[in-house]
């Protein structure tokens, strides 16, 4: 996989996810005081608290990071609402990262943020080799995650994910293997196409 040391990937990056936090949105909104704590993806602890003046802010703080304040926005749905954050660009976001090197959370497009997987080129036999033992490695954690495939005789939705990862993973292994096998005929007709020439 390539590594360049100026490019920033989601992957890298801690996560604050308004999903995870929706039992806690719903005490906020009814203006309650919450001081609590979680873990994120990193394995970081996140401590938060609610402040409460004009807007309602979110209160973050990551260990050896000073607290930073997040505006939360309401958004009306017509199945009811649901809070994001607002970033300090403006942008209403339901994930803020924060960078390794980093002490603010921000949004996806402050910190220029890409996805490991949109950084390969498909030309390249390296690049291709290491999209495929990403899905390999993908496919391997969430078959070891899978307590149970089946309910009931029926395949389970997470179950279903494998099967297209397994699916996905086969189908990249047999277009690497048939464009090989192209550009082997390719070579052999040229060859025996000199002959005559």
């Known amino acids: ?110 910190l220029h943020l890409r996805y490991k997987v949109s950084n390969f080129n498909r030309n390249n036999k390296v690049d291709q080799l290491g999209k495929e033992m990403d899905l390999n490695n993908k496919l391997r954690n969430a078959i070891l995650s899978t307590k149970r495939p089946l309910y009931k005789g029926m395949l389970t939705k997470r179950a279903i994910r494998i099967e297209r990862l397994k699916y996905k993973a086969n189908t990249i292994r047999r277009k690497h293997e048939n464009r090989n096998s192209k550009r082997e005929i390719i070579s052999n007709w040229n060859r025996q196409r000199s002959k005559y020439i």
């Open 1 to 110: 996989m390539p590594t360049t040391s100026n490019k920033i990937f989601v992957e890298d990056c801690v996560i604050l996810d308004s999903k995870k936090l929706k039992g806690v949105f719903a005490q906020i909104r009814k203006k309650e005081y919450i001081n609590d704590m979680f873990t994120t993806n990193k394995g970081s602890v996140v401590y938060f608290w609610p402040e409460y003046e004009a807007d309602t802010f979110l209160t973050v703080s990551v260990v050896n990071n000073e607290p930073q304040r997040i505006v939360l926005t309401t958004v009306y749905l017509r199945y009811g609402e649901r809070t994001l954050f607002r970033c300090e660009c403006g942008y209403r976001a339901a994930k803020l990262f924060l960078p390794s090197n980093g002490t603010e959370f921000k949004c996806k497009s402050c």
